[in-house]
């Protein structure tokens, strides 16, 4: 029988004595900022606590509606966001002050996105500190697992940490730092890779913070791990009990952390995309349903249960609330929210979170062995081992080894279902509504703090106050980061082999 308490270090059995229910959220974003939205007051009316925005892809790649390069993309899988005027847009009718979090898919475009939020509270006449942002802001997974990464990795690094240094400053109560299991977890990786990994990448930034000038306990107790969680069952519960526990002795005996919040590692779940399947999609329910218990029994701080449509498309309203009641289900009627690791003790979570522990230390110690995360990304390491690790999971599925159902066993015909649709004018409105915006804004003024992040980035300032500037200027996403463009140039990829 496990002999540890929870609430206390290790922390394995949970970072409270005290059983609770997460905060629930769903992730959601499309189209123009007016029609996210109405999906947003619709899933708040339903009891939603926080929310995740979905950024289409050339925001999160810092272009514009109305690049070129945008042109078939925007509002696709995510909102379309190129202004302050379309976060106005987007939170209209929200309260800030009553709403737990806010998330985003803002990697490469952490530093915009901090901004964006600063500069509506100052409009609204809101402390920042009285709402939660959830910034993921983790760029360094994007170089191996993702994909949207902009700079240099060195560069992506410094403008993460501007972030970090920024929030710990001025706004403590914000995240500014998600460091994102789940992207290397859907590339393909194992369960030790996901946390080792992950763990890898923090330590990345939390050396860069700490060199800046910030304790360590100035930026841990802020952080919170996103992290998968898959249809293994009792592995995926034990992968969250041994992450808690690897990240409080790393904390205690590498960091030497003296705030106890430094050591409580805060989970954040999403079920797992990559589980999902087009064929028989309503198996998915029953998916999602088993990923979410493991992460109620794991003792996660926050949760998304994905969409059993999300295989075929943006989730359609119906299947959204559907995957929010999927939630409220196993909190509010299984009773597993009533113990803290009901679980703990069993012969084989304790071996299996033993095993894991072992297995994620000694991965990490390979990669520190290796220079650590940022020598890993540039060497093609990271990509390397996601690419083996998928490439095996893949024939699993191939040869029926690893049973999907639906797909290698009991196929059957396809069934049709509704598949929700962007409506091709929406991207024609954004483009649109940037114009308009472009020419009421005062151009002197954009002219004046570009040039003033310029002059930031060129001299290695903190980045962040200056795109606050840009941003109340009605600055766009593009335009600020093409100054950066300017300043750090552009990743180039490693060859991988």
């Not at 609430?7 to 394995?12: E, F, I, N, V």
């Not at 994007?142 to 929030?167: C, M, N, W």
């Not at 690791?341 to 994620?360: H, K, M, N, V």
């Not at 081992?385 to 009991?410: C, T």
Request: hydrophobic residues 45%; proline residues 4%; glycine residues 8%.
């Amino acid at each position: 029988m496990v002999s540890e308490e929870p609430g206390r270090y290790p922390y394995t059995r949970g970072i409270s004595a005290d059983p609770g229910v997460w905060t629930m959220g769903q992730y959601a974003g499309f189209g123009t900022a007016a029609e996210t939205n109405e999906r947003f007051k619709s899933l708040l009316a339903q009891g939603l606590t926080g929310f995740s925005v979905a950024l289409d892809l050339p925001t999160q790649i810092g272009l514009d509606s109305d690049n070129a390069l945008s042109r078939g993309e925007v509002g696709k899988v995510g909102v379309a966001i190129d202004s302050l005027a379309d976060i106005e847009v987007l939170m209209d009718g929200i309260e800030l002050e009553r709403i737990s979090q806010v998330r985003t898919t803002a990697n490469s475009i952490g530093y915009v996105w901090a901004a964006m939020f600063e500069a509506l509270a100052e409009k609204r006449d809101v402390d920042p500190n009285a709402f939660g942002m959830f910034i993921q802001n983790d760029v360094l997974k994007e170089y191996f697992a993702r994909g949207t990464q902009i700079f240099p990795a060195a560069a992506g690094l410094k403008l993460s940490v501007d972030v970090i240094e920024h929030v710990a400053r001025r706004i403590p109560r914000w995240v500014p730092l998600a460091m994102s299991g789940y992207h290397i977890r859907e590339a393909g990786s194992s369960a030790v890779q996901e946390i080792a990994f992950t763990f890898a990448n923090a330590r990345a930034y939390l050396d860069a913070a700490t060199a800046r000038g910030l304790s360590v306990d100035d930026v841990a107790p802020t952080l919170f791990t996103f992290l998968s969680s898959n249809m293994d069952f009792m592995p995926e519960i034990a992968k969250f009990r041994a992450a808690r526990r690897v990240w409080a002795r790393l904390m205690r005996e590498t960091y030497s952390a003296a705030d106890p919040r430094s050591e409580q590692l805060r989970i954040f779940v999403f079920t797992a995309g990559s589980s999902l399947t087009a064929q028989q999609p309503l198996n998915n329910v029953v998916r999602t349903s088993i990923e979410a218990l493991a992460a109620a029994l794991g003792g996660v701080q926050t949760m998304h249960v994905c969409a059993f449509d999300e295989a075929l498309g943006v989730p359609t309203e119906a299947a959204a609330t559907l995957a929010l009641r999927t939630q409220q289900i196993v909190a509010f009627e299984t009773g597993v929210t009533g113990l803290v690791d009901p679980l703990g003790g069993s012969y084989l979570l304790e071996a299996l979170t033993d095993q894991l522990e072992r297995d994620i230390m000694d991965e990490m110690h390979r990669i520190e062995q290796r220079g650590g995360a940022l020598n890993c990304i540039e060497s093609g390491y990271f990509a390397n081992a996601l690419s083996d690790s998928a490439y095996e999971q893949a024939l699993a599925v191939d040869s029926g080894e690893k049973p999907l159902i639906g797909v290698n066993r009991f196929v059957s015909d396809p069934v049709s279902f509704e598949v929700f649709g962007i409506d091709p004018a929406s991207e024609l409105a954004q483009v649109e509504s940037l114009a308009r915006i472009r020419a009421q804004r005062d151009a002197a003024a954009v002219t004046a703090a570009l040039e003033a992040l310029r002059e930031a980035a060129a001299g290695g300032d903190n980045v962040v106050p200056a795109c606050v500037t840009a941003v109340r200027s009605y600055a766009t996403v593009e335009e600020i980061a093409d100054v950066l463009r300017s300043v750090y140039g552009t990743w180039q990829p490693t060859s991988v082999f």
